[in-house]
């Protein structure tokens, strides 16, 4: 390795064999019980909920560390509503036909159409947004690297956190997603990558059965 700046590591926690087990089993269990549902209560999450979530997320690995991603977590029943108002717009072209008639029939059993209620109903909307340039300081605008990777990671963290926290998401998609980067008012360096929705349950939330077909870990992974 080359000279650099360093320190020690020193918040580094060793665990015996067995704990490691027995937290790592703990881990699956959690996350087993995480799913994508459509159904959310109206009920208030305080705003330190998704400010520590969205630091956790911050923690993740990413091209030469320079965090290539922007959170935009809106909790205004005025934009909520015209994100919901650009999105159903976009999906209804969609749905019909847009998407092709296979990617159409694979959603079929999850039950998905145009009408999305839930990004005016839950509390909070996360939109994420990756950046072409920038930097380890705000303001750099030298070249990010391996943005789609950094990005889904600390994507993907953001939602564990917000699993571990108590709450319930939903991952948004729709491409492309120009109208996120409008109503959030986002520079044209940076793109759309996801919208997450973030909430509590409603008591009439459902899982469709097909989401609850998981591979197992023979499918998905191979040890050498």
């Given at each position: 390795?080359?000279?650099?700046?360093?320190?020690?590591?020193?918040?580094?926690?060793?665990?015996?064999?067995?704990?490691?087990?027995?937290?790592?089993?703990?881990?699956?269990?959690?996350?087993?019980?995480?799913?994508?549902?459509?159904?959310?209560?109206?009920?208030d999450?305080?705003?330190?909920?998704?400010e520590?979530?969205?630091?956790?997320?911050?923690t993740?690995?990413s091209?030469?560390?320079?965090?290539p991603?922007?959170?935009?977590?809106?909790?205004?029943?005025?934009?909520?509503?015209?994100?919901?108002?650009?999105?159903?717009?976009?999906?209804?072209?969609?749905y019909?036909?847009?998407?092709?008639?296979?990617?159409l029939?694979?959603?079929?059993?999850?039950?998905?159409?145009?009408?999305?209620?839930?990004?005016e109903?839950?509390?909070?909307l996360?939109?994420?947004?990756?950046?072409?340039?920038g930097g380890?300081?705000?303001?750099?605008?030298?070249t990010?690297?391996?943005v789609?990777?950094?990005?889904?990671?600390?994507?993907?963290?953001?939602?564990?956190?917000?699993?571990?926290?108590?709450?319930?998401?939903?991952?948004?998609?729709?491409?492309?997603?120009?109208?996120?980067?409008?109503?959030?008012?986002?520079?044209?360096?940076?793109?759309?990558?996801?919208?997450?929705?973030?909430?509590?349950?409603?008591?009439?939330?459902?899982?469709?059965?097909h989401?609850?077909?998981k591979?197992?870990l023979?499918?998905?992974?191979t040890?050498?």
């Open positions: 390795m080359k000279p650099h700046t360093n320190q020690p590591l020193s918040d580094y926690i060793e665990f015996s064999i067995e704990e490691m087990i027995t937290r790592s089993a703990a881990v699956y269990t959690s996350l087993k019980r995480r799913h994508s549902i459509r159904q959310f209560s109206d009920r999450v305080p705003k330190t909920v998704i520590n979530c969205l630091k956790a997320a911050g993740a690995p091209g030469a560390n320079h965090q991603w922007h959170f935009v977590a809106i909790h205004s029943p005025k934009i909520k509503r015209q994100v919901r108002e650009a999105a159903e717009a976009h999906e209804q072209r969609f019909d036909g847009r998407a092709g008639d296979e990617w029939d694979a959603l079929k059993p999850l039950g998905t159409d145009a009408q999305k209620p839930y990004l109903h839950a509390p909070w996360i939109a994420i947004f990756s950046q072409k340039k380890v300081n705000v303001g750099e605008k030298h990010n690297y391996y789609h990777e950094s990005v889904g990671i600390a994507t993907g963290m953001l939602i564990t956190a917000l699993h571990e926290s108590g709450l319930v998401t939903l991952t948004h998609t729709p491409k492309p997603m120009t109208f996120l980067s409008k109503i959030c008012n986002r520079p044209d360096d940076e793109r759309p990558y996801m919208l997450i929705i973030a909430g509590y349950p409603s008591v009439h939330a459902t899982v469709p059965e989401a609850l077909n591979k197992s023979d499918d998905i992974s040890f050498l």
